[in-house]
């Protein structure tokens, strides 16, 4: 079974910084398009940023662009989300998603994606 695990949430300031990892087993993220979204209590889930196969494609939302960046190292079937300049409106529940494709665009539309991740807290204290 297709495992995606997330880690590197937790309790920070507002204006720090956190990295979170997105690693996958059973499952090549080197042929996948992987996503990052949050569901903060009582939001829609939203998407923060993806990353294409290729990493020559990244979305962000316009909450996040310019202080989120995402990447991907293949070698160790990870991909990061590096938050810095921290909001309180960045509280949530990350997760991360991933869709098998060899082709395309990076994508911020959670239909597209079949396999997510059980979600890391993020809390952003005023």
């Known amino acids: 079974e297709v495992q995606l695990v997330e880690s590197g949430g937790g309790l920070v300031q507002a204006g720090g910084s956190l990295r979170l990892s997105c690693a996958a087993s059973?499952?090549?993220?080197?042929?996948?398009?992987i996503g990052w979204f949050r569901r903060a209590p009582g939001k829609a889930r939203e998407g923060v940023s993806s990353?294409?196969?290729?990493?020559?494609?990244?979305y962000y939302s316009d909450s996040v662009r310019g202080r989120f960046t995402i990447s991907r190292d293949d070698a160790s079937n990870t991909v990061y989300l590096q938050m810095n300049s921290l909001k309180p409106e960045d509280t949530a529940v990350y997760y991360c998603?991933?869709?098998?494709?060899?082709?395309?665009?990076?994508?911020?539309?959670?239909?597209?994606?079949?396999?997510w991740g059980q979600g890391t807290q993020v809390t952003v204290s005023s």
């Open positions: 990353i294409n196969t290729s990493g020559d494609s990244k």
């Open positions: 059973r499952f090549g993220l080197d042929d996948a398009t």
């Open positions: 998603a991933a869709f098998q494709t060899k082709y395309g665009l990076a994508s911020l539309a959670p239909y597209e994606y079949s396999h």
